[in-house]
């Protein structure tokens, strides 16, 4: 079924040594035929380059930031070196199960998708708990996204994001945060985009496991919100 398309596979990655080899692993296992997995470093201070550089699979591009952008400036970056007819992110800490693309890529080749976007709350097998706070702050924005659009979106910062790449090279992206992924969806909306949503499975992290969203994030959507 995805024999006739090219599929990338971006990921940006911020000191992610403990995850980012078994999120790699778990991609290049997949059956489907990815063309390329594009890591974009966000000059981690720990082994996530030296991780990344060990599996030397022709697969795999890494690109290395000299200095910490943020996730939005790492995507935009990946999109801009991919190959790929259809775009997948991924995120490098394996809260996001890669065994759940197959599902998510359907939408592409059976009703000719535009953009896919994942949904954690309805989880095709598992969903672990996270912070109430982070799944209220998700569940407003989904709404005042659903308001601004007249969409019905169930999961709006859901990480699994895809997309083909003739719509996104429609659209300019400014965000560095990860206010992208707002920005993101608002503009390829706002290109009256053929839309789907997939359950996905969610092994939510803590602030321990080195989650990195924090309040000024929820405060950025706010602004992504207002400003796309």
């Known amino acids: 079924m995805h024999e006739d398309k090219k599929i990338s596979v971006i990921i940006p990655c911020f000191n992610e040594e403990i995850f980012i080899g078994k999120t790699l692993n778990n991609l290049l296992e997949l059956d489907i035929n990815l063309t390329e997995i594009i890591?974009?470093?966000?000059?981690?201070?720990d082994k996530s380059v030296e991780i990344v550089k060990k599996l030397d699979n022709k697969k795999i591009k890494l690109i290395t930031n000299k200095k910490n952008h943020g996730k939005g400036?790492?995507?935009?970056?990946?999109?801009e070196k991919s190959v790929g007819d259809i775009i997948i992110i991924q995120d490098a800490d394996n809260e996001y199960n890669p065994k759940n693309i197959d599902n998510l890529l359907k939408p592409f080749f059976i009703n000719k998708a535009d953009f896919v976007i994942g949904n954690r709350f309805q989880s095709i097998n598992y969903r672990k708990i996270g912070y109430f706070y982070q799944t209220l702050f998700n569940k407003i924005i989904t709404l005042l996204v659903n308001i601004k659009t007249n969409k019905n979106f169930s999961d709006v910062e859901c990480g699994y994001k895809l997309f083909t790449k003739k719509i996104v090279e429609t659209i300019k992206l400014y965000e560095k945060s990860f206010g992208i992924e707002i920005e993101l969806?608002?503009?390829?909306?706002?290109?009256?985009?053929?839309?789907?949503?997939?359950?996905?499975?969610?092994?939510?992290?803590?602030?321990?496991?080195?989650?990195?969203i924090r309040f000024k994030d929820a405060l950025r959507a706010i602004y992504c919100l207002l400003r796309y």
Request: overall charge neutral; some cysteine.
């Open 185 to 212: 969806l608002l503009k390829i909306v706002g290109k009256n985009a053929k839309i789907y949503e997939v359950n996905v499975d969610y092994d939510a992290r803590t602030i321990e496991d080195g989650k990195k």
């Open 73 to 79: 400036f790492c995507i935009r970056l990946a999109i």
């Open 39 to 45: 890591i974009v470093d966000d000059c981690s201070s």
